[in-house]
């Protein structure tokens, strides 16, 4: 069964330096999509990033990078140059293709908090 | 993106009410979902649709119930609410690029009494 893991509850970064937030994954298909959401205080969720499993190349958004290392099963969001804006929840997940369920399964999401 | 809208964004009702949440999109997705989410905690599948006159209960059971007349518009009903059911409901649409990504409206943060 599919399952996504996020280890870290809470995540503290100083303003301006690069933060990872971890994410592992389980499945035994080859076909799958990997997505980070941005889900801040007001409640809305914001995609971030997607990585498909064939994609040779760690997908890049501006600030936002995944490391995405197939062996391990790990999807980890890089984020550079932390704002004060980067304050929220963070979730990671995953849906396997084809579309058997389309269905997308959620990690229990990190914390992240930006200090001056 | 999808152009995704939710109303009421809070709403506060007594036990017993029947209650609709909104849930609408402007960009002719067929896929659409709700999910229920307890603060801070992750999200959890409670119906979708795959299009019109389509509609299937998620992962987590839920009381509430989901019609699908339009392609742009996909309520959730709760014909009588609990305080049980205080809980923020987020509905999504899925399509475009990015592997078919599922975007989200931004919300209903509901409390029963």
Known sequence: AQKITQTQPGMFVQEKEAVTLDCTYDTSDQSYGLFWYKQPSSGEMIFLIYQGSYDEQNATEGRYSLNFQKARKSAN???????????????????????????????????????? | EADIYQTPRYLVIGTGKKITLECSQTMGHDKMYWYQQDPGMELHLIHYSYGVNSTEKGDLSSESTVSRIRTEHFPLTLESARPSHTSQYLCASQGGQHGDTQYFGPGTRLTVL
């Open chain 1, 77 to 116: 969001l890089v984020i550079s140059a932390s704002q004060l804006g980067d304050s929220a929840m963070y979730f990671c997940a995953m849906r396997e293709f084809p579309y058997n369920t389309d269905k997308l399964i959620f990690g229990t999401g990190t914390r992240l908090q930006v200090f001056p």
